[in-house]
């Protein structure tokens, strides 16, 4: 009797591909922990340096106007805290 995959007597984890053997380590087995650390620190630098970096004023310009939205959601949550605070004391005396 056969399903969709395979045969009921035969698994699949019996499959021929299941017989490689398992590398041990693979490239990062060859190296030490400190060569792997400098790779890695390597690597860091080597994609700061892709970063396209904002300008001063685009900087300024994103800083303003994320302080702007904070306290204008500042406000709104301030607003709406008091309503509620004075809608809770009239319903519940």
Known sequence: MT???GSIDKPDAEAPES???ARKGGKRGKKGPLKRLA???RQVVA???KVVWPTRN???TYTSVVI???VLMIGLVTVIDYGLNHAAKYVFG
């Open 3 to 5: 399903d969709a995959v």
């Open 19 to 21: 017989k490689k053997k």
């Open 39 to 41: 790779t890695f620190y």
């Open 47 to 49: 994609e700061l340096r």
């Open 58 to 60: 685009q900087l300024t």
């Open 68 to 70: 702007v939205f904070v």
